[in-house]
Every structure is written in C-alpha cells, then in structure tokens.
C-alpha cells in the first residue's frame, strides 16, 4: 500500500512513493515519486534537495499560469557567463533582470567583508575599553597603596620591582577577565546552539 506525505524537510522519499503537495491554503495535488536527485550541495539559485520538479506543461496547469517568473540559464564554460548576462541584456532589454552565480558571490562576498569588519570593529572597541578599565583599576590601586609603596621602598625595592609587581597585578586580573569572557561565550553559544536545534 503507497503511502502518503505532507511533503516537509527531511522526509525520504523513494520512485514509487505516492506524495501529497500542499499549493495553497486547502488546495492539493496528488503527485508520484518517479526519481530523487542526488544531493547536489549548496546551490544559490535554489535548493535541489527541498524542490519538486514536474513536466513544464503539468507545472504550468496545477500553478494557473501561462507565464514564467524565472528562468535558469546554463552557460556552457564558466568563461561564457559574463558573456552569455551582456547578450540577455542586450536582446531583453529591461524586460528581466539577470542575476549570475559570480554576481551573488560577489554581493555575499561584500556582505561577508563587511561583517569581518565590523566584527573587528567591535573586537578592537571592546579591546579599547578593556584596557582602559584595567588601567583604571590600577591607578586606583595604586593611590590606594601609596603606603604600601613607600614601605616597600624603604625595605630595598627599587621602582622598577614595585613596577613589576603592578604588572604582574595587572596580567592576573586581565587573564583572568579573559578567561571568565571566553567561558560566558562559550556556554552562550553552546545555549543558542541548543536553542536553534530545538526550534529547527
């Protein structure tokens, strides 16, 4: 006995397998399985493991429409591509608008450019600030040990050892601040990441 799906990610399906496709709000087919594509990989066009494919005319008569609202053209050569978006545009005019694979690598590419960098932005802005607390810190604790530091003088240390030991002071609080920073990112990512798989 066939079996019948509401076609949802990550179902599998097999030829022969008989699947029920939603088209609208109390509007559906009855269509069947005749083949399954490998899986192909990441495609910015449209994804070929979600997609149903069907007969143009078949398409065109479940849809109601007689025209297309996109088309995908295959260029021979990657080298043709350039080549085969200027003839389109010359012969269509601005009836369409032809988007290439390099054109939406290069928006995505300028996307990701300008995240890295405002991802450093943030990073040497945070950096900044965080000196200046720990600077802060210091030269608060330094006029609270100017005692201390004049004791220490008076028992043979040099500025340069009670330099040292502020730096030392110093180095501790900030690895330990660090530490503590990269423990909170990384039970906050562990969380989203829990978030997003019961969500999904």
């Known amino acids: 006995m066939d079996q019948k799906w509401q076609i949802q990610p ?9 699947i029920t496709v939603q088209i609208s709000r109390g509007n559906s087919i009855t269509l069947e399985v005749v083949g399954v594509l490998s899986p192909s990989g990441a495609n910015p066009l449209f994804n070929s493991e979600t997609s149903i494919f069907l007969p143009l005319g078949e398409a065109m008569a479940i849809l109601n429409r ?23 545009g010359e012969i269509y005019g601005t009836q369409f608008s032809v988007i290439s694979v390099q054109q939406l690598i290069n928006t995505v590419s300028t996307i990701t450019s300008g995240f890295s960098f405002l991802l450093i932005s ?4 945070s950096l900044f600030v965080g000196a200046v607390g720990i600077m802060a810190i210091m030269l608060s604790r330094v006029y609270q040990k100017i005692r ?26 900030g690895l330990i601040g660090g530490i503590v920073g990269v423990l909170v990112g990384l039970v906050g990512t562990s969380f989203i990441d829990l978030l997003s798989a019961i969500t999904s």
Do not use: C, W
Not at 10 to 18: A, E, Q, T
């Open 10 to 18: 990550r179902v599998f399906l097999s030829p022969g397998n008989i």
């Open 66 to 88: 007689t025209s297309y609202s996109e088309l995908i053209v295959e260029a021979q050569s990657v080298n043709d591509v350039n080549n085969v978006v200027n003839l389109i």
């Open 122 to 125: 943030v990073a040497s802005i």
């Open 148 to 173: 201390e530091i004049g004791i220490m003088k008076t028992v043979g240390l040099t500025t340069r050892d009670i330099l040292l030991v502020f730096l030392v002071e110093s180095g501790i609080i």
